[in-house]
């Protein structure tokens, strides 16, 4: 399959998968490998919402002629390589699972908070506009919304809030300028030691920092309020 067709494979992807709600963001691949082109892409602008990147930002292209996937929200390029060594096709309901940081970061934080949630599956409706504000209303409410440029900051303002404080943080990755996939890892000071969390994997997250744009952390300060209620079944 060459670019052009890889080009059409997409957009014919997006709008089976969106209805015509998501467009690319640019006609050339933002990355490239023996196996797939990697597009960018972008939720079509909506009135009266925020233009915020969706997280699932990009679609690989199979040159084999498969079916597109958005790759994983926790390992972009590691999972576009598990892709190029099995080749495997990727159907929406199985990669789905690779897709729910939402989900899993919201059981982390109601499991925290005494009460345990099962992570919800992916889901196309999950990336529309304001998912990011809907995210931080419903399960961190008055949480400061803060840009850090690295993990040192996110560390340095955890340990300010003191301990008790939650949060999640955006990890928003780029290629070739380009905004091209986001994960969510949840942030926790237990008694003074920031711990990192990726309800994805279960185990401590990996703070990664090669192709990070930038991290957009919301930190939510200890408090006596209610915890928040589980996602709906």
Same mark, same amino acid.
């Given at each position: 399959m060459d670019q052009d067709n890889a080009r059409e494979a997409a957009l014919d992807w997006l709008r089976a998968t969106y209805g015509g709600l998501v467009e690319l963001r640019a006609d050339e691949p933002v990355a490239e490998d023996e196996a797939s082109r990697l597009f960018a892409c972008r939720a079509v602008p909506q009135p009266g919402y925020p233009g915020r990147p969706m997280l699932a930002a990009s679609v690989a292209v199979p040159k084999d002629g498969g079916g597109p996937f958005h790759p994983a929200s926790h390992d972009l390029w590691g999972d576009l390589a598990e892709f190029a060594r099995t080749r495997k096709p990727r159907p929406v309901e199985e990669q789905g699972r690779r897709l729910n940081a939402r989900g899993c970061v919201v059981a982390v934080e109601c499991g925290l908070a005494g009460t345990p949630a099962v992570p919800l599956p992916w889901s196309p409706a999950h990336e529309a506009p304001g998912w990011w504000d809907l995210l931080l209303r419903r399960y961190f409410p008055g949480a400061?919304?803060? =840009?850090?440029?690295?993990?040192?900051? +996110?560390?340095?303002? =955890?340990?300010?809030?003191?301990?008790?404080t939650r949060g999640v943080v955006w990890i928003r990755r780029q290629a070739s300028g380009m905004e091209v996939s986001g994960h969510l890892v949840h +942030?926790?000071?237990?008694?003074?030691?920031? +711990?990192?969390?990726?309800?994805? =994997?279960?185990?401590?997250?990996?703070?990664?920092?090669?192709?990070?744009?930038?991290?957009?952390?919301?930190r939510r300060p200890p408090s006596p309020a209610r915890p928040p209620p589980p996602p709906p079944p």
């Open positions: 400061d919304r803060l =840009t850090c440029a690295d993990w040192d900051e +996110v560390i340095r303002a =955890t340990q300010e809030s003191g301990p008790g +942030v926790h000071n237990d008694d003074g030691k920031v +711990v990192f969390l990726d309800g994805m =994997t279960g185990r401590l997250a990996q703070l990664e920092t090669a192709g990070v744009r930038f991290l957009k952390y919301a």
